[in-house]
């Protein structure tokens, strides 16, 4: 089975440029979650879908940041304009349901600003 | 506002040494806590899952307790070998279904 995926692993890009990350979330895992790491500091939540509903953005930092799950599927995170801030890991995770709601995380995308 | 403590930040031990982690909340009212481990530039890695009404889980060599009134729980690792060397990470959900994160514990296991 296919753990969870996203692309890309690695972007750098100058600051007030757009970028936009994916994740492909295990086969069946209505919940998906997206989380960042910046430097030094430990990782934070950002938002939770449960299939394409948001249940849950309360962590995402600005309007800067939209997040979507079209169909359900995957979701696509997207910085609009990125800031020096912004740099860090992404990670996006997915568990099968909510009560049980062990998280399977990706390998992260290591986003640069300069 | 839950936070999650882990303590120590670092930590060298010898193979073959039994070794423990701590973790501490300091809201009790969680619905589970995982333990991951990652590997530099990769993932985390789900190693235990302990249930709010568990006292602990067990995975080969690894231990996981919860004392949830006492917001705290430990990772116990037995005959440690090099193959261990990560970053262990603890985090509670709540109710709002997400993780918190601790900072982690960097170990390194000294052949």
């Known amino acids: 089975e296919a753990g969870v995926t996203q692309f890309p692993s690695h972007s750098v890009i100058e600051k007030g440029q757009t970028v936009t990350l994916r994740c492909d979330p295990i086969s069946g895992h209505d919940n998906l979650y997206w989380y960042r790491r910046v430097m030094g500091k430990e990782i934070k939540f950002l938002l939770h879908?449960?299939?394409?509903?948001?249940?849950?953005e309360s962590g995402m930092p600005n309007n800067r940041f939209l997040a979507e799950r079209t169909g359900g599927t995957y979701s696509t995170l997207k910085v609009q304009p990125a800031e020096l801030e912004d740099s860090g890991v992404y990670f996006c995770?997915?568990?099968?349901?909510?009560?049980?709601?062990?998280?399977?995380f990706g390998p992260g995308t290591r986003l640069t600003v300069l | 506002k839950q936070e999650v403590t882990q303590i120590p930040a670092a930590l060298s031990v010898p193979e073959g040494e039994n070794l423990v982690l701590n973790c501490s909340f300091t809201d009790s009212a969680i619905y589970n806590l995982q333990w991951f481990r990652q590997d530099p530039g990769k993932g985390l890695t789900s190693l235990l899952l302990i249930q709010s009404s568990q006292r602990e889980q067990t995975s080969g060599r690894l231990n996981a307790s919860l004392d949830k009134s006492s917001g705290r729980s430990t990772l116990y690792i037995a005959a440690s070998q090099p193959g261990d060397s990560a970053t262990y990470l603890c985090?509670?959900?709540?109710?709002?279904?997400?993780?918190?994160f601790g900072t982690g514990t960097r170990l390194t296991v000294i052949p």
């Open positions: 985090a509670v959900v709540t109710g709002a279904n997400n993780l918190f």
């Open positions: 995770a997915s568990s099968q349901d909510m009560v049980n709601n062990e998280q399977f």
């Open positions: 879908f449960v299939k394409e509903s948001k249940q849950d």
